[in-house]
């Protein structure tokens, strides 16, 4: 963005509190910098002084001296996290001003509001954007405002806001805003290149955004938002929001992401740790499933339903991927626990405990998990044993683990996967389930198998968790959010886009999800921030998606290419290569419809240019030029897109219209179609 302000008093007042403001945080940097230091110099120190007088030192002695190291070691990390941030505020401290007078009569007092917050001998230089008084810039235009503060809401009026934009040190920008953010600067941040990182938006948070990040009401929040709504962005914000707010209840550690792959976990890795916070806990929902089940049974990969040949596992994947069979799922294992034992009379010595009597304390302890019930009876017995046993028949008093194995063996299934089975042969569908060697089964059999797990020994792997986040929510079948769900029993953030559905088997609808969760609150957005209204307007074409909004940010007009065969399809790719390598731009994605279709386009491209195969084996996102499925490009963004083979041999069914509509929707600034075959005709109408 070049230099742009409204009047010389602006600029001049701005370059004063901006030099003024340098050097406060170079003052600040240098003492961080020196603390360290000496810190890491006393660390130092008293290393080596253990290491040369280990044999000699005292054990109490060498004890105090390694608690000292510790606690050495945590002030050198903080000292460096410290300096860390100030270089970071070098850069640029803030990017907004907001100047409020709290009352009546009162003298406005400015605030300016950046990433992190910055206090100077007793005075906040900085504030943090997630501080009450940063609302006001996100939420208020000048005249009557407020915001909440620890002690209460506080009213008054905003008398000034600015925008400000600092680039290495150098105010480029300062405007005074009459709206919540300017067009100008909003579409400054959306016209940027993509580097292959998901960014922070503190600068340009819109109204409805702020919104839901700064919801801090109990339970969970589902999002549902079209393409390009920001709404990862806005799951992001809100858990670092969270953790400044509750720093008492909520760490980093406590909070975790399920995404989708690897590839789109370290494509927002970077996020929180430019907001100041530490990442999250990382997981994909395999690896979840695979934790809680314990290694009971084991879990093949997930088949991506477009490169799945498989009819008759296609079938069984559609079949676990309704509504109904989630229900049945949950209504049999609220009745089958109660009806999974069997009481019948054993004795012990000279006395006989009744089978009904086994039964009603099996019932008693209703609302348990199976194998909680049972030892809880075998409690029981053992104690009422106890009590009526007299002379020789104490010799025979069974142990609480005899009795807990003979009732284990009155169950009608003694584990999770016997009760799924159960299940199934009570329906008529037991073919629905296909047990590999080494007790392996389908994907589309975990969540189901952590339900059962849940009613037979209860979950737990989880509860370090005290928020989840859950992308792609329109990816997870209906059984698969119960499961979630009962893995992870704290607050959430759920988020996706229903039109953005790449499992022709999963019929997860909005309402359901929100019901699962505990009838959370449901928000939705739609209004689209990434892509051009030339490229949203194709994506209209594609997937008309009721209400979506479009920012208007105008570019090239998206390009639809025929071509002949495969050799030109590829002679187009690598014009595209070519301009994108001779260009500015930094991320260039070539999207096919299936990942077997990503590798043979690869294997074609990769002898003649540098271009990255995004695969579900693929460990990250470097950014620069790569080819991937629609399912492996779902939640990035690129520069530019050209879509590979869009005509009517692979893009012909509704559903297939929605991953055309994920495709074209990843690009920022130019896209580029083509196709060998005659085109949809819904894509050129």
Request: proline content about 3%; some cysteine; overall charge neutral.
């Amino acid at each position: 963005m070049g230099e742009r302000f409204e009047n010389g008093s602006i600029v001049d007042e701005e370059r004063a509190r901006l030099a003024e403001t340098l050097e406060l945080l170079r003052d600040a940097l240098e003492r961080a910098e020196g603390l360290h230091e000496r810190i890491e110099g006393g660390y130092r120190e008293a290393k080596r002084y253990l290491a040369e007088y280990r044999g000699e030192i005292d054990p109490s002695e060498s004890f105090q001296n390694e608690l000292a190291l510790n606690e050495e070691d945590r002030r050198a990390a903080q000292s460096h996290y410290a300096a860390e941030r100030l270089r970071k505020l070098l850069d640029s401290p803030y990017f907004a001003r907001v100047d409020f007078a709290a009352g009546e009569g009162a003298a406005p007092v400015a605030s300016y509001v950046g990433r992190f917050s910055f206090s100077f001998g007793g005075r906040a230089v900085v504030s943090d954007w997630r501080s009450p008084v940063a609302g006001l810039f996100y939420d208020f235009e000048p005249g009557p405002a407020h915001f909440d503060a620890p002690s209460g809401r506080v009213e008054g009026t905003l008398a000034l806001k600015r925008q400000i934009t600092v680039e290495e040190g150098r105010l480029v920008h300062a405007v005074d805003s009459g709206s919540s953010v300017r067009d100008d600067v909003l579409q400054y941040e959306l016209s940027r290149t993509s580097d292959g990182e998901m960014r922070s938006i503190v600068a340009s948070i819109q109204k409805e955004q702020n919104a839901l990040i700064r919801d801090e009401a109990p339970g969970a929040l589902v999002i549902q938002g079209v393409a390009g709504s920001g709404k990862t962005s806005i799951a992001l914000h809100r858990v670092a929001y969270l953790l400044y707010r509750q720093r008492g209840r909520l760490t980093s550690k406590s909070v975790a992401i399920l995404s989708p792959n690897r590839v789109f976990s370290d494509y927002v890795s970077r996020v929180l740790p430019e907001l100041g916070e530490e990442p999250i806990v990382n997981l994909s929902l395999r690896e979840a499933v695979e934790k809680e089940l314990g290694g009971a049974v084991f879990v093949e990969a997930p088949r991506p339903a477009v490169d799945d040949g498989d009819e008759d596992h296609r079938r069984r994947a559609r079949r676990k991927g309704e509504v109904a069979f989630a229900r049945e799922l949950e209504a049999f294992l609220s009745r089958a626990v109660d009806d999974l034992f069997q009481g019948t009379d054993i004795a012990f010595g000279r006395r006989v405990v009744e089978g009904a009597w086994l039964e009603e304390r099996y019932r008693r302890y209703g609302g348990l998990p199976v194998s909680e019930r049972i030892a809880l009876v075998a409690g029981d017995v053992a104690r009422d044993l106890d009590a009526r046993a007299v002379g020789r028949d104490r010799l025979a008093l069974p142990t609480k683990g005899e009795v807990r194995r003979k009732l284990a063996g009155m169950l009608r299934a003694k584990d999770e996967l016997a009760l799924y089975r159960l299940f199934l042969r009570e329906r008529g569908e037991a073919d629905l389930l296909k047990l590999s060697a080494g007790r392996k089964v389908e994907w589309e059999d975990a969540c189901p198998l952590v339900l059962c797990r849940a009613a037979f020994r209860g979950v737990g792997a989880f509860a370090e968790v005290k928020h989840l986040v859950v992308d792609e929510m329109q990816d997870l079948m209906p059984v698969q959010h119960r499961a979630v769900a009962r893995m992870f029993p704290c607050e959430k953030t759920v988020l996706g886009d229903f039109h953005q559905s790449v499992d022709d088997g999963n019929r997860a609808e909005l309402a359901d999800v929100a019901a699962v969760y505990g009838g959370a609150r449901v928000a939705k957005l739609v209004r689209s921030y990434r892509s051009t209204c030339e490229i949203m307007a194709l994506a209209r074409r594609v997937k008309p998606v009721s209400g979506l909004e479009a920012v208007e940010r105008h570019g090239e007009e998206p390009r639809i290419v025929g071509c002949a065969n495969t050799a030109e399809v590829l002679a187009r790719t690598e014009e595209a290569l070519a301009a994108f390598k001779a260009g500015g731009r930094k991320t260039l994605g070539i999207v096919c419809k299936t990942d077997d279709l990503a590798r043979r386009y690869h294997k074609l491209l990769r002898d003649r240019w540098d271009v990255q195969l995004l695969a579900p084996e693929s460990g990250g996102y470097l950014g620069g030029a790569s080819i991937a499925s629609v399912t492996m490009a779902k939640g990035l963004e690129f520069d530019e897109v050209v879509v590979l083979d869009a005509d009517r041999r692979l893009y012909a069914t509704d559903f297939d219209r929605n991953l055309l509509y994920v495709a074209v929707t990843r690009a920022l600034h130019k896209l580029t179609v083509l196709h060998r075959g005659d085109p949809p005709a819904w894509l050129t109408a």
